[in-house]
């Protein structure tokens, strides 16, 4: 008997053995969000779904397609049986797709973790979308909402295609994004949160669209344990702006005290919209951050 | 108080490369860049890091104050300050070193001689000079030297201190004094600084007119040495020769002496010197032909002099005596014919002789051009003493006559009956005399009786009466006057005895008149010498003991020895207390002298610490500054 072939892949993002896991995960929102339009998840509403949840009193004007006559029979009175309502979730994936992303592969694990992010939705019938921005005021690369097991190559196309430039602030990048989402879910923020704009902003516009920030910093090594000695001239790969530092002890442990407070700040901000966050290296590999990392946290399950 | 100063603080505008160290640094056109994702944390963390923290600012710049603590640091020590010692208060400070023969002992076997201690200890004064200090530099052995006169040129000081050397002679402080003390005339200073083992005598006839510092240098180890050789004429043809050996303090133990003759060794002797003591011996060496002598010392033990271990003898050839005496002078001529070993002239077969004679005794003005060694003149007056003294008949008597002189020892001379009345001429007196180089031995009622000159070369008597117009050749002293006067004749031709020669100068070598000679020293250099118109070569310096050799187109026509021979010098004695004039004393001084001290090295030291520092803490150390 011939052996068998070994499977295409089918991107350069996932490898077929994570794709395979990621099929038997789903996304697991700390809160319930999800839109009017009917879906797979419960809305915590009565619904008209298949699924029997109550019963309650009939009062003039219900619909009396619902009245359960087998209980009028017997008891001589209306009752009106309730079912839960299952409705749509949206998963926004935003890509920070800026030039600092660029460095020690940041970009190659945030795409990986957004396609697996989009993958686990698509897979659970859920409407994903993704965007990737770039420039503070242009509108962000998009891929518009998409869902089943069909879209995943598109997904995949689109994620691939994305390239490390430009010098968008996350605040402006959520805003352009909710210019063109309708609908309710989980936004998955991949980003080193490193922008000089204001991220409250961000996550507030996000928490009153509906969405539930889930944020994934990724810094670098060289982020998280900076190697400065003498005299430099650092230079923002995003502005190209210089700042002149002399090494010192104080200075690398101030370094750490902000690196620090900015993931507390991070995670304050999104616990506080009922969403995550994990701050994750870059060096970290992404089957480790997903099956790893984001399982024991209850991201997914 | 002046505690210190600064020798060049007109180095002081080098201040002035603050402004573009300070310009340099924060223009920092060099510095490196590194591109990074973002600055947002850097620039939240440099603004805390200089806001929060005052002393943040400090930290910042810690580079730049290590560079600036740097360049002040450079530049203090390019002002070269200096902590006052002693004597650099004094702006100007003669310093007198001790070259004497004692300053070449060695204080330990292999050790350094007291003139490299002191010239150590002159090196670290000329390198503490300060700036408007000026030092002047006298060497002084027998003799003093100027070695550099009052300047602050290091290098001319170091230069003259390289250059000095031990010289094989005795010590004698009051010339250098006298030099120090007219330098000052002209350069006045306050105090002068005196580097010797203290071998010299302990009073000075000076009149100390500046404050000395008396640095007696540490104390030799054990010496012996020869102090004294010479020889007699033995009885029985030959001649005795003498060696003494003395010691040190400290000094004892077995020594060999050793007698060559014409390089041949013809006598050793093995001698034990006890502290305190010397020893003295006599050879015997039968010839009777003109040769030369060295005796030799080698000490069993440790010698800290060596030079001092060998003296050098030339012995003449024996001959008669020639002795002139006129037919005129029978009494003389009776006296002389009784005594051996002399030919006396002329003969009485009426043979005149020609050539010179050793002893010359006349009452006939014209043989004193005669040519010999000793001239007595009886009974006239020679032409240069006729401007002072004047001849008289009225007689005289013997007043008084130096006892001690060698030609009238054992001669009683008192109730002489004179009938010549030599007198001083009008305002003449025995000053006059003196001036003429005559030392009178004889003082007569109106002038003197008998006077004496001794020339480089030659001795001469004038006896200012005559002889046979008084009672002295009927007295018991006059063969013994004679005998003295054949005694001195003796000498004076070196028939009687020789004496080593000691360094210093040269004996008169007797040479062709006007010959043009070299004279090659130990040292093995070249000195010219002329002979004056009686051939005598004289006023050679010879500082150092050893043969001397007179070269005539580059052969030897002579060769002398000297040697050390100097008890004081051998035994290495030391004075700790100088006395001058009207009681005045300096004792020596407790306390090495203490010269300026430069601060400059240690800041230099300074300033490459902070360099290691500044390297260590931004180059080297990661992580910076904690």
């Not at chain 1, 390239?163 to 080193?192: W, Y």
């Not at chain 2, 200073?189 to 006839?205: C, K, M």
């Not at chain 2, 002797?269 to 040769?291: D, L, N």
Request: one cysteine or more; glycine letters at 8%.
């Amino acid at each position: 008997m011939p052996p068998l072939a070994p499977r295409p892949q089918m991107t350069t993002l996932l490898t077929n053995g994570v794709l395979d896991r990621l099929e038997r995960l789903r996304i697991r929102p700390a809160g319930r969000r999800t839109s009017r339009s009917r879906g797979e998840h419960l809305s915590g509403k009565g619904g008209t779904s298949t699924e029997f949840c109550d019963y309650r009193d009939y009062t003039p004007g219900d619909d009396t397609r619902f009245v359960d006559w087998n209980i009028f029979a017997r008891l001589h009175r209306p009752y009106l049986k309730q079912f839960h309502k299952e409705e749509e979730r949206h998963i926004v994936l935003l890509v920070d797709a800026s030039a600092s992303m660029k460095f020690e592969d940041k970009l190659n694990l945030a795409k990986p973790l957004a396609a697996a992010f989009g993958v686990m939705g698509l897979l659970n019938n859920e409407r994903v979308s993704a965007y990737a921005s770039h420039q503070a005021n242009d509108a962000p690369d998009r891929l518009p909402p998409c869902r089943g097991r069909a879209s995943l190559r598109m997904l995949f196309q689109f994620l691939e295609s994305v390239e490390g430039r430009g010098d968008a602030p996350l605040d402006r990048a959520v805003e352009l994004l909710l210019r063109h989402h309708r609908g309710r879910g989980v936004c998955v923020i991949v980003s080193d949160f490193l922008t000089f704009g204001d991220l409250k902003r961000g996550f507030n516009l996000l928490h009153a669209a509906g969405l539930e920030p889930f944020g994934i910093q990724i810094l670098s090594p060289r982020e998280i344990e900076p190697d400065v000695s003498s005299d430099w001239r650092l230079v923002d790969s995003e502005t190209q702006e210089t700042l002149d530092i002399s090494s010192s002890a104080d200075l690398l442990n101030l370094y750490q005290e902000y690196r620090q407070g900015l993931e507390d700040e991070l995670a304050l901000l999104c616990r506080r919209r009922q969403g995550r966050f994990l701050p994750v290296s870059s060096a970290t590999p992404v089957e480790s951050v997903l099956f790893d990392q984001l399982r024991r946290r209850g991201w997914i399950e | 108080m002046n505690w210190g100063g600064f020798q060049a603080l007109s180095h002081l505008w080098l201040l002035s490369l603050l402004a573009p160290l300070v310009l340099f640094y924060f223009l920092k056109l060099k510095r490196p860049r590194a591109e990074i994702p973002s600055l947002v944390l850097w620039r939240q963390v440099l603004q805390d890091h200089r806001v929060n923290s005052p002393f943040q600012r400090f930290k910042r710049n810690l580079l730049l104050l290590l560079q600036i603590l740097l360049l002040l640091l450079l530049v203090l020590a390019a002002l070269r300050p200096f902590w006052r010692g002693g004597p650099g208060q004094h702006r100007r400070l003669p310093v007198l070193v001790d070259c004497s023969a004692s300053m070449g002992a060695l204080d330990k076997p292999g050790g350094v001689s007291r003139l490299a201690e002191a010239k150590h200890r002159v090196r670290e004064m000329i390198d503490g000079m300060a700036s408007g200090q000026e030092l002047c530099l006298i060497a002084f052995a027998n003799t003093p030297w100027k070695l550099t006169g009052f300047t602050n040129n290091k290098r001319l000081l170091r230069d003259a201190l390289d250059q000095l050397e031990v010289a094989d002679v005795a010590s004698d402080l009051e010339p250098a004094l006298r030099l120090a003390q007219a330098l000052g005339r002209s350069e006045p200073f306050d105090e002068a600084l005196l580097f010797s083992d203290g071998n010299f005598p302990p009073r000075v006839n000076f009149d100390l007119s500046f404050k000395l510092n008396f640095q007696r240098l540490t104390p030799a180890g054990p010496n012996l040495g020869i102090t004294a050789l010479g020889a007699q004429r033995a009885a029985g043809g030959g001649w005795d020769v003498f060696v003494q050996v003395e010691g040190s303090a400290d000094a004892e133990g077995n020594a060999s002496v050793e007698l060559f003759q014409d390089g041949n060794r013809i006598a050793s002797e093995r001698i034990t010197i006890a502290r305190g003591h010397a020893q003295r011996m006599v050879f015997q060496t039968k010839t009777e032909h003109a040769s030369s002598l060295r005796a030799q010392l080698t000490p069993d033990g440790f010698d800290s002099l060596a030079a001092d271990n060998a003296a050098y003898l030339d012995l003449p050839e024996s001959r008669p005596l020639r002795v002139f005496v006129p037919k005129s002078l029978g009494s003389y001529r009776h006296a002389l014919q009784g005594m051996p070993g002399l030919d006396l002239f002329p003969q009485a077969t009426g043979d005149e002789a020609s050539g010179g004679f050793d002893l010359v005794i006349s009452d006939r003005p014209q043989d004193l051009d005669l040519t010999a060694r000793t001239r007595v003149s009886v009974g006239f007056i020679p032409p240069d003493l006729q401007r002072f003294i004047e001849p008289g008949t009225n007689g005289s008597t013997v007043v008084d006559w130096r006892r001690d002189a060698p030609v009238l020892q054992h001669v009683q001379l008192a109730d002489l009956v004179v009938l010549d009345q030599p007198r001083f001429a009008a305002h003449a007196s025995e000053g006059d005399l003196e001036n003429l180089g005559y030392e009178v031995l004889i003082h007569g009622q109106h002038g003197p009786l008998l006077a004496r000159k001794k020339d480089a070369d030659a001795l001469r008597f004038a006896l200012l009466f005559h002889t046979d117009r008084s009672t002295l050749p009927y007295r018991v002293g006059f063969p013994i006057l004679v005998e003295n006067l054949v005694q001195a004749a003796l000498e004076q031709a070196g028939l009687a005895e020789a004496l080593a020669g000691r360094t210093g100068v040269l004996p008169p070598l007797t040479l062709a008149p006007h010959g043009r000679y070299q004279v090659q020293t130990p040292g093995q250099t070249i000195e010219a010498v002329t002979a004056d118109d009686h051939g005598i070569v004289s006023g050679v310096a010879a500082p150092q003991a050893g043969y001397y050799s007179v070269l005539e187109n580059g052969a030897q026509r002579r060769r002398v020895g000297v040697a050390l021979l100097s008890p004081s010098e051998t035994t290495l004695a030391g004075v700790a207390q100088i006395e001058f004039n009207e009681r005045l004393q300096v004792a020596a001084a407790a306390s090495v002298v203490k010269t300026d001290w430069p601060l400059w090295p240690p800041l230099l030291l300074g300033a490459l610490g902070v360099l290691l520092v500044e390297w260590w803490f931004f180059q080297k150390k990661p992580g910076g500054w904690k």
